[in-house]
């Protein structure tokens, strides 16, 4: 497991929680794929836990992490 | 066991078949001519010769088929008479081949398609090879490239043609060379980067320059000391290097942990080592119904005897893009001087047993080997973890890290992959292809049907750089050859 975390920030704009119409806040979280789990800090809802995964992130490091623990 | 349809390889017609497990597990792919009589093709060998590996049964993923968005040829004679592709076809494209001329610089006594006589046919012309690869980015979307021939790198225009394909977006650029001319020109390796090539696909048999030229012949004097050369001329321009032995029973089969352990000395330039046991199409030193069958399962337990430091049987697991038969594939980490298995949690990745769907197969795939297979990164070999950090701020978030630990340019591919001869083919296997020669007209066939060849040398697809030739002849029927 890793876990020196970075603080990945929404791309733009303020995001509000659509069900609990509060601010998203950075919070630490930890994603988790196939055998890899991920510590990161992520845009995420206080109340419920709804998080945001910014789409740089989602299209950028994500996916090429993703690609390295499938395999052919 | 299981049935299937196959062809007669005496006058390849499609005949029912069926996998047949003797007393001692090995498995025979079995049908009847009724013409010619009965043939059958040893597919899985007997337990007590492949002690590492699982049962025929257990090597086997189940797939849901992926039909082509847009065939280009009608389903009228039946597979695999129909290839074009068909709207039959199960699979989409993961690499599509352009054979870019059948003149060679070398005569192999083993050549699949027969290149290198006295009087090739002309080269498909600049306009031709521009027209094939815009007609396989229309059928087959951003797949996988490899320039093949005959010897691609004898044409001039090379680095054009690479670089007119990488503008079109595919993922993957690779030449499929001997590496000849690579080794003589230590600027051939730089052109080809700069134009945008990422991997080069070497022809890398034996070490021992006798075995070599049983393969190779002895056109080329210093062949092994030339490809060795090759290699270190596409170190230098940064390509990336996949080796692949083609293994014949009787000449290099014992050869095979010293080439792995060859292949990973040479550190990441080299970034795989791919066997193909020799299918018996084209030109061949062996005939098609006397040599002794090396199938896939015997390449496995080969690494398994003969490089037990790096390779158990575990390590391997059948394709989850072409049918299981047709290839194996193992990944590992270079770990020092090295390698460890990354095959743990795989399982799981590709969702532990359950089907998968062709086109999802085909996507993983064509991504896992244009990442694995491409050039190494600049920041090959450094563990500092400063690799990853496109953005220069500061402290390393975990999937950054996780990128440089498990980086392509540390990983390496063991690989193999069994064409279907007129011995062993398999209709159901034709139909999952993934691999298609693109004809000069534009149609795709898949590469087993493209090279095979009946007993006595005749063509299922002749003609294969002359654009205005027909479709395979019908042999569905009763006409025998």
Request: hydrophobic share 35%; aromatic share 6%.
């Amino acid at each position: 497991m890793l876990n020196r975390e970075k603080n990945f920030k929404p791309d733009h704009g303020k995001w509000i929680c659509g069900r609990c119409h509060v601010p998203l806040e950075q919070l630490k979280v930890q994603a988790l794929y196939l055998q890899g789990a991920f510590d990161v800090t992520l845009p995420r809802c206080p109340k419920c836990g709804m998080t945001l995964v910014p789409e740089s992130l989602a299209t950028g490091k994500m996916v090429e992490a993703e690609g390295l623990l499938e395999d052919k | 066991m299981h049935a299937t349809q196959s062809l007669c390889p005496v006058c390849l017609r499609r005949l029912e078949a069926a996998y047949e497990e003797d007393g001692d597990g090995a498995v025979y792919l079995t049908r009847t001519c009724p013409q010619h009589g009965r043939f059958s093709a040893l597919v899985w060998p007997a337990r007590d010769a492949v002690p590492s590996l699982c049962s025929f049964d257990q090597w086997h993923v189940v797939k849901t088929p992926s039909y082509p968005e847009r065939p280009q040829t009608g389903t009228d004679k039946g597979c695999p008479y129909d290839c074009g592709l068909c709207p039959s076809h199960a699979q989409h494209t993961c690499h599509g081949l352009l054979e870019l001329t059948l003149a060679c610089n070398l005569a192999c006594p083993l050549c699949y398609a027969d290149a290198g006589g006295q009087a090739p046919p002309p080269d498909p012309s600049r306009e031709t090879v521009s027209g094939q690869l815009k007609r396989l980015l229309e059928a087959s979307g951003r797949c996988n490239v490899q320039f093949s021939g005959g010897e691609p790198t004898l044409r001039a225009d090379l680095p054009d043609l690479v670089r007119e394909a990488k503008a079109l977006g595919f993922p993957l650029v690779q030449v499929n060379t001997n590496g000849v001319l690579l080794g003589r020109d230590p600027e051939l390796a730089q052109r080809l980067a700069e134009a945008g090539l990422d991997s080069v696909y070497l022809q890398w048999d034996s070490l021992d320059p006798e075995r070599l030229a049983v393969l190779r012949g002895t056109r080329v004097p210093n062949l092994l000391e030339l490809k060795e050369r090759a290699v270190e001329h596409c170190a230098r321009a940064g390509l990336g290097v996949v080796f692949v032995a083609t293994v014949v029973a009787g000449v290099n089969e014992t050869e095979l942990g010293d080439l792995l352990r060859d292949a990973v000395r040479r550190g990441p330039v080299v970034r795989g080592l791919h066997v193909q046991p020799a299918s018996f199409f084209g030109r061949s030193p062996c005939g098609l119904m006397s040599s002794r069958r090396f199938t896939l399962a015997h390449v496995m337990q080969a690494f398994c005897d003969q490089a037990p430091e790096w390779v158990h049987g575990t390590d391997f697991h059948p394709p989850h893009c072409e049918h299981s038969l047709c290839s194996f594939n193992a990944v590992y980490a270079r770990v020092g001087s090295g390698l460890k298995s990354e095959r743990e949690g795989m399982d799981k990745a590709m969702g532990g047993g359950m089907a998968v769907a062709a086109a999802e197969g085909s996507r993983i795939a064509k991504a896992y080997t244009a990442r694995l297979w491409a050039r190494p990164s600049q920041d090959a070999g450094r563990g500092d973890g400063a690799g990853a950090d496109c953005c220069g701020e500061g402290p390393q978030d975990a999937f950054s890290q996780f990128l440089v630990a498990r980086s392509a340019d540390r990983r390496f591919t063991l690989s193999g992959m069994a064409f279907q001869d007129a011995l062993s083919v398999d209709v159901e296997r034709l139909r999952g292809c993934c691999i298609h020669i693109v004809r000069p007209d534009g149609r795709l066939v898949p590469f087993c049907c493209q090279n095979m060849t009946s007993i006595a040398g005749h063509a299922l697809y002749p003609g294969r750089l002359d654009p205005a030739h027909d479709l395979a002849p019908d042999r569905s029927g009763d006409a025998p050859v």
